[in-house]
């Protein structure tokens, strides 16, 4: 499958022509969508996009189809976790904490719940208020509400699970509710899975050849935990570098071969250059470099 390539930089005078073929759509995190229209006077959940860094740090970002702005009074946005991926811990499917935003604008009220065994409900745990701000936080923009933590806050697994509520108080206890997934709501068993990005891709450039004039495809195997990187590729005599190919962001399937296409000068004599991939994913891991032969002919 070809890489599309995303710039280059052409050096000695070379023409570079990326590769055009099976582009493959930019994918920036996991998302997962939720009906729309179904949630009474609650805030519509309409996707959620989960997002980590290298760090660990993680992002899940709510987009709301009936709201902009800070949540009024009133209004809850709710966040539980399966940190530890295990279903037998926890409340219902599993779930250790309840990160809650209470809308009180234009300043939301942050709470953050841990699962009580005994008590058997979400108790408030005031130790993790000190850290709010540095270790996690919430944030609103437009439609847009985002919970960012630190993996270490919860302790992570590198697979957990969650469920979002948005929900908006009535009169006495009349609550609309708006779960996502919606097989989540009570007593339902339904979660999202993410899994964390954690580990560098590995890639392994595959020897090469080309007519001095045509284009070679310059091959090369991915893989990594996310599923999607991007490579750069340098084209090199000896030391020297004599072009640089990148591409976007695409799969990274094991046991599937990628290439990108380099025209080859003319000019250039026969012999066997060096190419060099580096991959790196959207988290930001770099993984080491890898080089194969690439016969002129
Ligand atoms: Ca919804
Ligand atoms: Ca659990
Ligand atoms: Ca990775």
Same mark, same amino acid.
């Given at each position: 499958m070809s890489r599309l390539a995303l710039a280059f930089a052409c050096l000695v005078a070379f023409v570079l022509i990326p590769g055009v073929a099976g582009s493959a759509p930019a994918r920036s995190q996991t998302s997962y969508t939720d009906r729309t229209g179904e949630a009474g006077r609650a805030p519509d959940i309409?996707?959620? /996009?989960?997002? #980590?860094?290298?760090? !660990? @740090?993680?992002?899940?970002?709510?987009? *709301?189809?009936?709201?902009? +702005?800070?949540?009024?009074?009133?209004?809850?946005?709710?966040?539980?976790?399966? /940190?530890?991926? #295990?279903?037998?811990? !926890? @409340?219902?499917?599993?779930?250790?904490? *309840?990160?809650?935003?209470? +809308?009180a604008a234009p300043v939301a009220e942050l709470r953050i719940y841990r699962w009580d065994l005994a008590r058997r409900e979400f108790t408030?745990?005031?130790?993790?208020?000190?850290?709010?701000?540095?270790?996690? +936080?919430?944030?609103?923009s437009g439609s847009l509400y985002r919970f960012s933590f630190k993996r270490a806050v919860f302790n992570l697994a590198p697979t957990f699970r969650f469920v979002v509520a948005a929900e908006s108080t009535g009169t006495g206890t009349n609550f609309d509710t708006d779960w996502a997934p919606d097989g989540a709501a009570p007593p339902g068993t339904e979660t999202f899975s993410?899994?964390?990005?954690?580990?560098?891709?590995?890639?392994?450039?595959?020897?090469?050849s080309g007519k001095r004039g045509k284009t070679a495809k310059l091959s090369y195997r991915v893989t990594d935990d996310s599923g999607?990187?991007?490579?750069?590729?340098r084209i090199l005599r000896g030391s020297r570098v004599l072009a640089t190919v990148s591409t976007?962001?695409?799969?990274?399937?094991?046991?599937?071969?990628?290439?990108?296409?380099?025209?080859?000068?003319?000019?250039?004599?026969?012999?066997?250059?060096?190419?060099?991939?580096?991959?790196?994913d959207e988290a930001g891991f770099a993984s080491k470099a890898s080089c194969a032969p690439l016969k002129i002919t």
């Open positions: 309409q996707t959620i /996009a989960v997002a #980590n860094d290298r760090e !660990g @740090a993680t992002a899940i970002d709510i987009r *709301l189809a009936n709201r902009t +702005g800070p949540l009024p009074a009133g209004e809850y946005l709710l966040v539980y976790l399966d /940190a530890d991926g #295990n279903s037998a811990s !926890g @409340a219902g499917s599993g779930l250790d904490f *309840l990160v809650e935003a209470l +809308g408030f745990d005031p130790s993790f208020a000190p850290a709010y701000g540095r270790d996690w +936080g919430y944030s609103s993410y899994r964390l990005d954690t580990q560098p891709p590995v890639v392994r450039a595959v020897a090469s999607v990187t991007q490579e750069k590729i976007t962001p695409g799969p990274a399937t094991p046991g599937k071969s990628y290439f990108v296409n380099w025209k080859i000068p003319k000019s250039l004599k026969k012999g066997v250059l060096r190419f060099c991939v580096t991959s790196t």
